[in-house]
């Protein structure tokens, strides 16, 4: 948001259409004023609104304005317009992951019906397409897109960002098997820098404790039972 104070050709259009207050002469803002009780409200404004600007030395401001809003929008509207997972062929793989966008990042997941893994796989970027819709998800049949690729490398992720190939992971070892979580999905790609992730921490992490904890106990108890035995 701009600032409503600010001297600029802008906001001289805007005082004398009454939507902005009048500078104060020489007058320094108090202290305490706070700015947002006279938030401009050409911000909240419509681009249709924005027409009713008629005179003609407005005019060349107001196109630059007019143009600022738009790309915002744009901005905005690129940065939530996926939030589902696309199935896509060979055909679509130009446009889809090497044309995505500036700034886009692409998480493809290539799969074969029957396998588990790549069901489970799917199941969780299914989830994670809406919770983070700035990424594009796709997936693909891996025979569509690269003929005679291996089953044994499925499934397979792929992630790019503006046509280059950042990041991979092929194979079910690559996933740590059918124990994988939605969560730890979330957190690989997380740790990949491929999205910000709400996690606090590394859920596995967390198994990890307890299950290093319930070692350490167990030890603590044998120990004790050795003692005993020496009485």
Not at 18 to 30: A, D, S, T, V
Request: glycine share 4%; proline share 6%; net charge negative.
């Amino acid at each position: 948001m701009q600032d409503p104070w600010e001297d600029t050709e802008w906001n001289d259009i805007l005082r004398r259409k009454g939507i902005l207050p009048k500078l104060p002469k020489n007058e320094p803002l108090p202290e305490e004023f706070d700015q947002t009780e006279l938030a401009p409200k050409y911000d909240e404004m419509g681009l249709d609104e924005l027409d009713e600007f008629e005179d003609e030395e407005d005019q060349k401001v107001l196109e630059q304005y007019r143009q600022k809003r738009f790309a915002e929008m744009r901005a905005l509207q690129a940065k939530s317009t996926f939030g589902e997972v696309r199935e896509i062929s060979a055909n679509d793989w130009v446009d889809q992951v090497n044309k995505a966008g500036e700034g886009i990042w692409v998480v493809l997941h290539l799969y074969k019906q029957g396998i588990p893994m790549c069901s489970l796989l799917n199941q969780h970027i299914s989830r994670l397409a809406p919770k983070f819709p700035h990424i594009k998800f796709l997936k693909s049949v891996a025979q569509t897109c690269i003929p005679n690729y291996p089953d044994k490398n499925l499934p397979t992720i792929f992630v790019y960002k503006e046509g280059d190939l950042k990041h991979q992971w092929i194979g079910p070892l690559q996933f740590g098997g059918m124990q994988l979580k939605c969560d730890d999905l979330e957190w690989i790609f997380h740790k990949a820098e491929i999205l910000k992730s709400t996690l606090d921490r590394n859920p596995r992490q967390e198994v990890h404790d307890v299950m290093m904890s319930s070692i350490r106990s167990s030890r603590t108890q044998n120990d004790d039972s050795s003692d005993d035995d020496d009485y």
